[in-house]
């Protein structure tokens, strides 16, 4: 649903929607969520959606996931993005960010943004 919900937006502001993922910066806050997955655990979530985001947009058939935390079958979006994705956004400068600076985010030391568009 998102995936559609997010090129529809993409669509109607013609290109220029963009995704923030937040992890959330402690487990002591998601937990006040009902989230009880740890910081990592929450990454790894965030990675995985991105990743069925990317592949919903990116399909021309239904797609079926069965992930680590998501699972569903024939999962499709008539509407595409604009530019074919939706760049990922997030502030370089934060530790919780997902995609840049946190060594959980990616496995390593890297600043680079592995999901941005090009």
């Known amino acids: 649903m998102a995936a ?13 929607a963009g995704v923030h993922i937040i992890t959330a910066f402690s487990d002591i806050e ?12 929450r990454y790894h979530r965030s990675r995985e959606y991105v990743g069925i985001l990317r592949e919903i947009w990116g399909a021309t058939a239904p797609v079926d996931h069965d992930g680590r935390f998501y699972r569903f079958e024939q999962a499709q979006s008539e509407v595409k993005p604009v530019n074919g994705t939706i760049p990922s956004v997030a502030d370089r400068n934060s530790h919780s960010c997902w995609g840049f600076s946190s060594p959980a985010s990616t496995g390593s030391t890297s600043t680079t ?3 941005a568009a090009s």
């Open 113 to 115: 943004n592995r999901y």
């Open 30 to 41: 998601t937990r006040c969520d009902g989230d009880y997955l740890t910081k990592d655990e």
């Open 4 to 16: 559609r919900m997010l090129a529809t937006l993409d669509q109607m502001s013609n290109g220029r």
